[in-house]
């Protein structure tokens, strides 16, 4: 039985990588090819969410792949590549989306509530330990006690 099993997990194993993209484009060049891949690796199919286009079966990382091609081949530079994907599906489309703009409130609001957490809880210690001891339900001995502790601490 547990032969059984894991010969069918061999097999299961095995079939994956035929689901994996296979895409061939010429290129004039491999320093385009090379880029090709970066660049693909670096934009995120925008139906997946979770895939860069390069591994994406879906359609439009299909047209992605196309379109970062007839790009690279017309000429164009990476910069201009990531700006034409980010004008036409927006900054999500970037695996590492770029610092500016909305961006930055997204980078920088976990440290500004991390500061804000920080100073409350400055505050709410401070105002504890200022705050005067409670004698509610002491004694008269208890009391005294008290004050004498607390006179000894000031001094």
């Not at 090709?36 to 690796?41: C, F, G, H, T």
């Amino acid at each position: 039985m547990i032969h059984r099993i894991s010969l069918a997990l061999l097999l299961l194993a095995l079939v994956l990588p035929a689901r994996a993209v296979i895409e061939t484009y010429e290129f004039s060049d491999a320093a385009l090819e090379e880029r090709y891949q970066v660049l693909s690796a670096e934009l995120r199919c925008p139906k997946c969410q979770n895939q860069n286009i390069a591994a994406s079966n879906a359609p439009i990382a299909k047209d992605l792949r196309k379109t970062l091609h007839k790009k690279l081949e017309e000429g164009a530079s990476d910069d201009e590549i990531l700006d034409y994907m980010v004008d036409r599906y927006g900054e999500f489309v970037r695996y590492r989306p770029s610092f500016g703009g909305a961006n930055a409130v997204l980078w920088l609001a976990p440290l500004g509530l991390l500061a804000i957490g920080g100073l409350a809880l400055m505050f709410t210690v401070r105002r504890k330990a200022a705050a005067p001891v409670a004698q509610e339900g002491l004694d008269a001995a208890d009391r005294e006690r008290v004050s004498q502790l607390l006179k000894e601490r000031d001094s």
